[in-house]
């Protein structure tokens, strides 16, 4: 989709929160100024999406997947907002960066970045997403899911090369998994970013499943001189958030 197509999308849901009664394709393309012949190409495709909904007048208003939508991006922010604080203080501590992010279908959101005085650069950012596999966070949730969830991810996922580091075997990230089920917390060696060594560890929620992930990340040797002590903030720290949003 071209970025004038994405602008158009925009606008049609900005122009039908306004109208919750409905708009029909030709008032939607008189009140936007849109040609009509693509205006209807639009709705339709939003439509069959489940983006917008319509009337037996084919009246179109905002569709049931907006509400889904919009009900992860709700949780999303109150998750980040509610651990920030904790964040902030497990990076003061610990001196390097620290991440938060949560599960989107089969792919990692990071929700939250708090940086140090000495962070390494990262293409890594609040609203951007990164395959399981490769992540210290994405490893955290294939550790840590349900069994059922764990394996429906797990039977879709390709696994390619991102660094000389990355696991590209199956069974090698299985054994991986289980070694970090063991330890409580999940660990990325340069597999997504050179240089760059992250552990993680999941945060919990009142119906006991994990809900987000929390991380350290920082360049390899100087995350190893200190890992015990950062293991053991980063565990305590992910326990704080996860009683803090109900978790027992």
């Known amino acids: ?34 040609p009509q012949s693509s205006t209807s190409g639009l709705v339709e495709t939003l439509y069959k999406n489940s983006y917008l909904t319509a009337d037996h007048f084919r009246k179109y208003k905002l569709g049931p997947k907006l509400i889904q939508l919009g009900g992860a991006a709700k949780d999303a922010l109150d998750l980040s907002a509610q651990g920030l604080p904790f964040l902030k203080s497990l990076m003061e501590t610990v001196q390097e960066t620290v991440f938060m992010a949560t599960l989107e279908q089969s792919e990692l959101v990071y929700v939250a970045k708090i940086t140090s005085n000495r962070s390494i650069q990262t293409t890594a950012e609040p609203g951007k997403s990164k395959p399981l596999y490769c992540t210290g966070l994405g490893k955290a949730f294939l550790t840590f899911l349900p069994e059922n969830k764990k394996g429906e991810i797990l039977s879709h996922l390709k696994l390619e090369p991102i ?25 990325d060696d340069e597999e997504n970013e050179e240089g760059l060594y992250c552990l993680a560890a999941p945060v919990y929620g009142v119906d006991q499943t994990i809900q987000a992930a929390i991380s350290v990340a920082g360049p390899k040797e100087r995350m190893l001189k200190q890992k015990e002590m950062i293991v053991e903030k980063l565990l305590e720290t992910a326990m704080n958030i996860s009683c803090s949003i109900g978790y027992r």
């Open 1 to 34: 989709m071209s970025v004038k197509s994405a602008e158009r999308v925009l606008r049609v849901f900005d122009l039908l929160a306004q109208h919750p009664v409905g708009l029909t394709i030709k008032e939607i393309s008189e009140i936007l100024s849109f």
């Open 163 to 187: 660094t000389q580091k990355t696991i590209t075997k199956k069974e090698d990230l299985l054994q991986q998994l289980d070694m970090f089920v063991e330890q409580g917390y999940s660990i």
